[in-house]
């Protein structure tokens, strides 16, 4: 039953929002920040009423460390796309994502992502690649908090996957914070389950402490960098679901 609702009303609902899209569109003319506000305030919600038919229960651990004071990097390991709709609800100030650019075939949602202020890379040139970072170092000086998953694809394995760290460079160059958050159990909303279901699940979301690698030197930032991954996996080891 809840493949029969969330999936048919996932599309219709972006279908009937196209008017909103346009309204975004404007508003992002006038006030680029404003626009990224009014379509996560719209977009949350409507997240939100799609988690609430799924079933899914969402335990937040460390929200706390969530700085309040202005946009943030948030870097975590990718199970599926319900990663994208849960850390979005979560945000406590608009947050856009940094996608593969094969999103932008995707009608109408890549109309939304653009809304949120989605950055779209292309892994495959590495100078395309520049330019994305370089966009999302824009957004976030403009005040848009941003995600990463730096495996790059989804991944179901209990490892991780190797980290790029290209994306780093965002926080750095904007000097903002790097939130490290660790999810577990999302996958098991649709993409892990046989005849790609969806089930009601619990699923955890935590979030280490706030580092701001434009404060550390050299050497400090080459190790924060490379501890990521290893501090998910210690995050991910107090995840009982």
């Given amino acids: 039953m809840r493949i029969i609702y969330v999936l048919p009303l996932a599309i219709l609902g972006i279908l009937l929002s196209l008017p909103f899209h346009v309204a975004f569109k404007a508003a992002r003319k006038k006030d680029e920040y404003k626009g990224w506000f009014k379509a996560w305030r719209y977009v949350r919600k409507y997240f939100k009423f799609l988690l609430f038919l799924a079933g899914t229960k969402v335990e937040v ?102 980290f790029k760290e290209g994306g780093y460079r965002i926080a750095e160059k904007s000097k903002r914070p790097i939130v490290v958050m660790a999810l577990s159990g999302v996958d098991g909303i649709f993409e892990a389950n046989k005849h790609m279901m969806i089930k009601k699940r619990h699923v955890i979301v935590e979030y280490d402490k706030p580092v701001n690698p434009s404060e550390l030197t050299a050497d400090e930032k080459k190790a924060f960098y490379a501890s990521i991954p290893e501090r998910i996996m210690e995050l991910k080891k107090d995840h009982v679901l």
């Avoid at 779209?120 to 908090?145: A, Q, V, W, Y």
């Fill in 61 to 162: 651990r460390g929200q706390e460390n969530i700085p309040d004071d202005g946009p943030v990097l948030f870097v975590g390991n990718h199970q599926s796309y319900f990663d994208i709709i849960i850390t979005q609800t979560l945000s406590k100030t608009p947050m856009g994502f940094i996608a593969k650019k094969e999103f932008l075939k995707y009608p109408f949602l890549n109309l939304f992502m653009t809304d949120i202020g989605c950055v779209f890379l292309d892994r495959s040139n590495p100078k395309e690649g520049l330019k994305s970072i370089n966009e999302g170092i824009d957004h976030m000086k403009k005040g848009l908090s941003i995600g990463l998953f730096p495996e790059g694809t989804r991944n179901h394995s209990p490892e991780l996957l190797p």
